[in-house]
């Protein structure tokens, strides 16, 4: 099986600590035969923390690096066909929020767009694919717009995004989520909550567009520890993600308090970074928690699967989320999962089967969950046994990117 012409994929920032996942469908998707070309709209951080991320940055024309290449490139399409990129100009003027700072906005996007576009055409490339609603998905829209008021509407050139949410959703008209799924030829969707949202906002006739292609584990890597790696006691509980509120950590420390008081005895390591650090530091402080709490800072792909090792429950009370990958991983390496029911995360993890679905919000349901595993281990273990089989089941690496590669074929076709 394989696609003839390759596919762009464009992200505002690839490689990047938080897009790992992207990483693993670029991946997939080459290892099933289709070459795709990596765009980057930002540089991507100054520190790569694993080899995978070295790799996809040496690779990947990041838009912003070569500003002298950006003007070459918008000159050459207008010396080639000025009224095309005229046309191209007054589309992008129209398009997007309607306040004025963004549609000026829009003409930056153009400019970037245009360094895309021209280099796609060199390497002979007619689809961009971009993942999440925001300024790469503009861009996306625009390569597609420009090429085709360059080359002629027969020309080939079209786009598709990855809707993850669940941000988009409450700002709709500022990331233009209905014009996207109207101009796109195909958007996936990593839920199907995602996906019934987008309904929400687009007429009928376009939901033949949205396919459910979820994000995936390589469950190969994320594997079960070594017997005796994972202790029973005392509980080790991890959490995985950037310090941001709409995690709800403040929760999962407010629920750790509790336990203490209790008497429950665990140890607990927060792995991840944010604007969120110093106040969570000060509230497991006043918790008297420093001795039972430990903030590693951020972790790459080549260093996370000790920690997921070490830990034998993974909590994660979040406000708002798409369908967090760090949970997949999680259950990939055999925890049960404590976490809210909220988005998405219910096609993943069913209460009482594989972990432990919660009101958000709730600290005293999370304390009451995670001291039950702490009380009962052989539960836990029963929970992580079922998680890695859904996960197995339904988010592995070679499953979903076989769906990605279907969805890709049929975007291009439309």
Known sequence: MQVAAPVAYLVSQYP???????????????????????????????ELSSEAMRSEAASTVVVQADKGQVLRDNASAVTRNPAGYFRALTKAARTGDKRVRARVWQMFY???????????????????????ANNGADIARLVAELGLALDGPDSGWSWSFTMHGSTEFEAVAHYDLTAKVESASGVACISDFTRSQLMRFTDPEHWSKLHLVRMSVDTDRFSLPAPGV????????LQVGRLVPEKGTPVLIDALAAMKKAGVSFEVRLVGDGPL???????????????????TGAVGQDDILAHYHWANVFCLPSFQEGLPVVLMEAMSTGLPVVTTRIAGIGELVVNGVNGWLLTPGRADLVADAL????????????LGEAGRDAVIRDYSKAEQAQRQYAFLQGARSL
């Open 16 to 46: 990047a600590l938080s897009h790992t996942f992207i990483e693993r469908e670029v991946l997939g998707l080459r290892e099933l035969g289709l070459d795709v070309v990596t765009f980057s709209v930002r540089q991507p951080p100054a």
């Open 110 to 132: 153009l400019a970037e767009a245009a360094r895309i576009q021209q280099e796609m055409s060199r390497q002979g490339i007619r689809h961009i694919h971009a993942h999440f």
């Open 230 to 237: 994972r202790a029973e006691t005392p509980l080790r509980i």
């Open 277 to 295: 650090r110093e106040s969570l530091t000060a509230q497991v402080a006043a918790a008297n928690l420093v001795n039972e709490v430990t903030f």
């Open 371 to 382: 001291t039950e595993l702490a009380a009962d281990p052989a539960l836990a273990v029963r």
